[in-house]
């Protein structure tokens, strides 16, 4: 088991770096051996392979949708549930309908978003967990355009993931960014029509990002850049994507591209200005390489 944990903690850590596609089958021959081992194991040991399992499974539905492949990532997602249902580990089963949610997020869908983030809140009571369905259920209102709904589920998820985890207790969702809401608020601010206030909170969020956690900085930095755009600073929002397009050269990612796709709509508006005209081939090379990926 040790070695297993270590390879699930490695695998988070090479997700941050190289494409999905290329770690996939590594996660997919992990989880399977798990699942294999756990018929065999002792009573007292199966719980915590099958849990192990339905990280493997769960992680391996983010790298799937990370690719552009939904349908493989919903798959994936309902097989860590059954998995961590078998452990008897519920918490995991509630933490997947927060993945399912990110998947409706990104299609823009805001009452599947807040259903499926409501519905896992009811599910647990693990605080990470239900701070996490909250800043999700957050996204789902800003989507839609509720203000006040956004506001008070952030303020939920604030004090829910500031609750202290058991030291045992292994890392649910991210694990290099160390103030989520505060991104995720500059996120939905984005999305409320108000983008100079998300400017102003990514600023200072993404910069405590971890350089080592190439895609988390990545997302965030191509979101900070629509916002730049969408608040009228074009210059700097082609100078910020910059390095978004290089790490996307080494790791792709389907959801980075959503945003940079609206970020090209964004800039097709002040086509006139030379940053614009400089950063655009670039940026539809990579918006065209990704859809060679899909």
């Known amino acids: 088991m040790p070695a297993f944990l270590t390879i699930f903690q490695e695998s988070r850590r090479l997700g941050q770096t190289i494409a999905p596609a290329a770690l996939i089958p590594m996660l997919i021959a992990q989880t399977n051996a798990l699942r294999v081992m756990a018929p065999q194991a002792r009573s007292d040991d199966r719980a915590?392979?099958?849990?192990?399992?339905?990280?493997?499974?769960?992680?391996?539905?983010?790298?799937?949708?990370?690719?552009?492949?939904?349908?493989?990532?919903?798959w994936w997602t309902d097989h860590a549930c059954d998995l961590a249902e078998a452990a008897g580990y519920h918490d995991l089963a509630a933490y997947a309908l927060v993945r399912q949610a990110l998947i409706t997020m990104y299609r823009h869908n805001a009452p599947g978003t807040v259903e499926l983030a409501q519905l896992a809140q009811e599910q647990t009571e693990n605080p990470r967990i239900c701070g996490l369905a909250a800043q999700r259920e957050a996204q789902g209102h800003a989507i839609a355009g509720d203000y006040d709904a956004?506001?008070?589920?952030?303020?939920?998820?604030?004090?829910?993931?500031n609750v202290p985890g058991e030291d045992d207790e292994p890392i649910i969702g991210t694990s290099t960014v160390d103030d989520p809401v505060t991104l995720a608020t500059a996120w939905c601010l984005h999305d409320l029509g108000r983008p100079e206030m998300a400017?102003?909170?990514?600023?200072?969020?993404?910069?405590?990002?971890?350089?080592?956690?190439?895609?988390?900085?990545a997302r965030y930095t191509a979101r900070w850049a629509l916002a730049l755009a969408a608040a009228g600073e074009t210059e700097r929002a082609c100078h910020e994507v910059k390095p978004v397009l290089e790490a996307l050269a080494r790791a792709d990612s389907a959801t980075i591209r959503v945003d940079l796709r609206r970020l090209a709509q964004e800039l097709a508006r002040a086509h006139h200005k030379a940053a614009v005209r400089e950063l655009a081939p670039r940026l539809a090379s990579a918006l065209h390489a990704g859809a060679l990926h899909t």
């Open 150 to 161: 956004c506001l008070r589920a952030l303020d939920r998820a604030r004090d829910l993931l």
């Open 199 to 217: 400017v102003e909170l990514f600023d200072a969020a993404i910069r405590r990002i971890p350089v080592h956690a190439h895609r988390a900085r």
């Open 48 to 74: 915590r392979i099958l849990t192990l399992a339905a990280r493997f499974a769960e992680y391996t539905g983010w790298m799937a949708q990370e690719a552009g492949d939904d349908g493989a990532a919903m």
